[in-house]
């Protein structure tokens, strides 16, 4: 699978972050066609001219640095300028995992781990930037405080990343044990 069949396969309609020179805004990815990207902005002063934009794809984020071409109904399509579009390693590796929990009451299941962060389906619906709080309650009522990085509106809950800036000794614990599974994504 290419990456823009694993974009516009698994990220459409994905919210994440787009950086301008004038500072951080919100972008809904609209699809991924050769060197252009579809967007739309879910919060903005202006249209930027050149936008940067980090996808998080399996283990990598995919950077995309654009300048505006065209526009229709809301839509804006970037065309990706020459020597950019790195893709970078995430600073720590991911572990599968199958692990229940709730967000404010909310069935969620975090579907893998790393020592700052996870990736969970939830039916909490988060917003990019959100300060968040997963609680295990069959592990004595335990609380992490995250915040959402990047969210996807799935067909009947949400998957989203949370990083987590301050792990406890109980997440340090947890991630070792999908560590010695051993299944790194």
């Not at 991924?32 to 739309?40: A, D, E, F, H, Q």
């Not at 968040?132 to 799935?154: H, M, N, Q």
Request: glycine fraction near 8%; charge should be negative; charged fraction near 25%.
């Amino acid at each position: 699978m290419t990456l823009e069949e694993y974009v516009n396969a698994n990220l459409m309609n994905a919210i994440v972050r787009g950086y301008t020179k004038d500072g951080e805004v919100l972008v809904r990815i609209k699809g991924l066609s050769g060197k252009n990207i579809k967007v739309s902005f879910t919060s903005f002063t202006g249209v930027p001219e050149i936008l940067r934009i980090d996808i998080p794809i399996e283990g990598f984020v995919l950077t995309i640095v654009g300048k505006m071409t065209g526009s229709e109904e809301g839509v804006y399509v970037y065309t990706a300028l020459d020597k950019v579009g790195v893709l970078q390693r995430r600073t720590k590796p991911r572990y599968a995992s199958f692990e229940a929990c709730s967000i404010y009451g909310f069935n969620t299941l975090i579907i893998d781990v790393s020592e700052n962060g996870c990736q969970v389906i939830s039916e909490f619906k988060p917003k990019v930037k959100e300060s968040i709080e997963l609680t295990f309650t069959k592990k004595g009522d335990e609380t992490i405080e995250g915040v959402t990085i990047w969210a996807v509106e799935e067909e009947e809950c949400y998957r989203y990343g949370i990083y987590i800036p301050n792990a406890t000794a109980f997440w340090n614990k947890l991630v070792e044990s999908y560590k010695k599974i051993g299944e790194v994504l």
